[in-house]
């Protein structure tokens, strides 16, 4: 993906600290408040790229991150974990004080990365983030959070991430009606524990309150605390295993919340392309998240 020649790239020294990052997101939330409430709607982007150089990997960050994610033990990094790598600097992006939306409840819609090889360990990183793509959705405002990763000038991981500010309009939504859900012939189960949010947590740095505790999650109308998106996505990744290659695509869509603790019946399988993966809930045959892995 190519950077919009409107953005100014800013070089920061070092990758953002996420619990800064988020106090910085509650301090602008009061100011979006008033905003709504005059009836603005939200304004445009900020015209800036993030840029953090000379990113090293700590091995036992990456081991933490395959324990939990059910990842195998090597040099390779997941998909997922590069994600996470990346994380910090898209969300100082929406941290800013000239960013329309709210960083925090902001629920993640959707996901898609490009892995065209695979980045090891001992690799250095060179990381890139920006924003683009305000639009509408039936339930607020959507943007997209663009994140590259190169190693020696060569781009080996890009990933776009889609978000959701609820009740933030700029406009109306061309989104049709939804289609009806039928659920796939299962291949397994995800049984989650209460505390799934704070361990993915602690080896992504993602401490966004929805995702924490009841209470924290309550306070940003949800009924329990829910699931990372990318939580939900690394496992179907992981489910799928080494058949996916070390390049590939990996797109995922997310429906709705896995509220923790919670159970989440799972279908992954090889089809004529890849793997198409889909996670729901049985009781109520309403899907969690789809989405694909296709070898490059």
């Given amino acids: 993906m190519t950077l919009p020649t409107t953005l100014r790239t800013v070089t920061l020294p070092d990758v953002p600290g996420l619990g800064g990052v988020y106090a910085r997101g509650a301090a602008s939330a009061g100011r979006l408040a008033v905003t709504r ?16 150089r000379g990113v090293d990997v700590d091995p036992t960050h990456l081991t933490d991150y395959q324990h939990l994610l059910g990842e195998p033990g090597s040099d390779v990094l997941p998909a997922g974990f590069v994600h996470v790598l990346a994380f910090p600097l898209a969300t100082a992006l929406m941290a800013r004080t000239d960013f329309p939306l709210s960083l925090l409840g902001m629920v993640h819609l959707s996901n898609v990365v490009t892995q065209r090889r695979a980045v090891r360990l001992g690799e250095v990183l060179d990381v890139r983030a920006w924003a683009q793509d305000l639009r509408p959705h039936r339930s607020g405002t959507q943007v997209d959070l663009v994140t590259e990763v190169s190693v020696a000038g060569e781009l080996v991981w890009t990933g776009t991430s889609t978000y959701l500010s609820k009740g933030d309009s700029n406009g109306e939504s061309d989104a049709g009606p939804r289609e009806e859900f039928v659920a796939p012939v299962p291949t397994g189960q995800w049984r989650l524990a209460g505390d799934v949010g704070r361990r993915y947590a602690a080896v992504s740095g993602d401490r966004n309150p929805i995702h924490l505790s009841a209470l924290s999650a309550k306070a940003l109308g949800f009924p329990r605390a829910i699931a990372h998106g990318m939580y939900t996505a690394a496992r179907a990744l992981a489910d799928v295993g080494a058949a996916r290659g070390e390049a590939f695509d990996w797109s995922v869509e997310f429906a709705k919340p896995v509220l923790l603790p919670g159970t989440v019946t799972v279908r992954v399988a090889a089809d004529d392309e890849g793997f198409a993966f889909t996670g729901w809930d049985a009781k109520r045959t309403r899907p969690y998240l789809t989405g694909r892995v296709d070898p490059l």
């Fill in 37 to 52: 409430r005059v009836g603005r709607a939200p304004a445009g982007l900020p015209e800036v790229a993030y840029e953090v």
